[in-house]
């Protein structure tokens, strides 16, 4: 229930209920700082983007899957041209 002393911990979910990872690969540098941005306005909890290589993670704290869904769809959004140069279409199964 997201009560217990555990997940109020910074360790653990710091009070949210929920975490969520995005990954992608075939990023660069320019790419995590355009993203950089949406990440850091982020306002419904908390989330934070790295690139390890060329792969781009982003973990996103928040306390309903909405919030998470709509960070990462503004990600892709912005990813999908970037790196495999097609139209930016939300992918069908997140309408779902």
Request: proline fraction near 2%; aromatic fraction near 8%; hydrophobic fraction near 45%.
């Amino acid at each position: 229930d997201g009560t217990q002393a555990s997940y109020q911990k910074a360790a653990g979910l710091a009070g949210y209920k929920l975490l969520a990872t995005f990954i992608a690969t075939g990023a660069d540098r320019d790419l995590l700082e355009t993203l950089q941005g949406k990440v850091n306005d982020f306002d419904k909890g908390m989330a934070g983007i790295t690139l390890i290589d060329d792969v781009l993670i982003c973990r996103c704290l928040a306390n309903q899957a909405r919030h998470a869904k709509d960070l990462f769809t503004s990600l892709w959004l912005d990813l999908r041209p970037a790196i495999i140069h097609a139209e930016a279409e939300t992918p069908r199964i997140w309408l779902t």
